[in-house]
């Protein structure tokens, strides 16, 4: 089992910026990773993902343009960099590891093993 902790959530003003992180720990970091967010009141959602090189990467289309996921194989890292942050972004932010690939990524059974969540606050 795969041990992951996310990191670098906080509190932000619209248009502001933030990086999260992701460790993994258990395992060797060759994995399809993903992010996913829980709004308050909703479903948790698909954000992006990314192959285990870092070459192939998806977007919500509620985050294109915004959001940059990448990785650091070297520190069994998984980054989720945010600009230009929107009150709307306001969620519980989850990294998870991709575990079965019968299901879409956007999918949340596509992934078996997932992280406790960072918060992340976007102020008008």
């Known amino acids: 089992q795969v041990h992951l902790v996310e990191s670098g959530g906080g509190l932000v003003q619209a248009g502001g910026s933030l990086r999260l992180s992701c460790t993994a720990s258990g395992s060797t970091f060759s994995f399809y990773m993903g992010w996913f967010r829980r709004a308050p009141g909703k479903e948790r959602d698909f954000v992006a993902a990314?192959?285990?090189?870092?070459?192939?990467?998806n977007y919500a289309d509620s985050v294109k343009g915004r959001f940059t996921i990448s990785r650091d194989n070297a520190k069994n890292t998984v980054y989720l960099k945010m600009n230009n942050l929107k009150p709307e972004d306001t969620a519980v932010y989850y990294c998870?590891?991709?575990?079965?690939?019968?299901?879409?990524?956007?999918?949340?059974?596509?992934?078996?093993?997932w992280g406790q969540g960072t918060q992340v606050t976007v102020s008008s």
């Open positions: 998870a590891r991709r575990t079965n690939f019968s299901f879409n990524y956007q999918f949340e059974k596509s992934y078996g093993d």
């Open positions: 990314i192959g285990s090189a870092g070459r192939l990467t």
